[in-house]
């Protein structure tokens, strides 16, 4: 895969550029569980379905292509990849398990920024937790992958965003 071409709001819909894409989120994902969690992961074939238990983190992207990323898991899950990130046992969601939820959008967001605008702004992460529904206003999913460690699955989805303002 080709690291140096961008993503541009004028190609993103062409079936190269979603699967590249794609392909660039795979690999980002792998990376970072990986380096970061020492935890392999794999790409499965599941179906989305939205637990009343979940946690996500978003990172939000503006410049050359405006977008979010969402990290989407259980709260057994955050609470196990809080563990391996930390060394301590974390059984509920807190505070802990939030800032590495938002750490791992974070990790993810800034690598794929490489492939999708050298030089545009990432936001903080944000992260909810419990039942809720998040909507991404006027966002086109251009990913939503899902992935299998050895705690279960979990989901890597990018958004484009309209600019807002030109």
Do not use: Y
């Not at 990986?34 to 996500?56: D, H, K, L």
């Not at 939030?98 to 990432?122: F, H, Q, S, T, Y």
């Not at 989805?157 to 807002?164: F, G, I, N």
């Amino acid at each position: 895969m080709n690291m140096e071409t961008t993503i541009t709001e004028q190609v993103i819909n062409t079936p190269e550029e979603l699967g590249r894409m794609a392909e660039a989120v795979e690999q980002t994902v792998r990376s970072v569980f990986e380096t970061m969690m020492g935890q392999s992961v794999e790409p499965v074939e599941a179906n989305w379905s939205p637990e009343a238990s979940r946690v996500t983190a978003t990172l939000h992207f503006t410049g050359i292509w405006n977008g979010v990323l969402m990290l989407e898991v259980t709260q057994s899950m955050a609470c196990f990849l809080a563990s391996q990130f930390l060394g301590f046992d974390t059984p509920e969601v807190d505070d802990n398990v939030r800032d590495v939820l938002g750490e791992l959008a974070n990790m993810i967001g800034g690598n794929l920024k490489c492939v999708l605008a050298p030089g545009a702004l990432l936001s903080m992460p944000e992260v909810i937790d419990g039942d809720f529904s998040l909507r991404i206003c006027a966002g086109t999913i251009c990913s939503k992958q899902a992935f299998r460690c050895e705690t279960g699955n979990f989901w890597v989805s990018l958004m484009r965003t309209p600019r807002v303002g030109r």
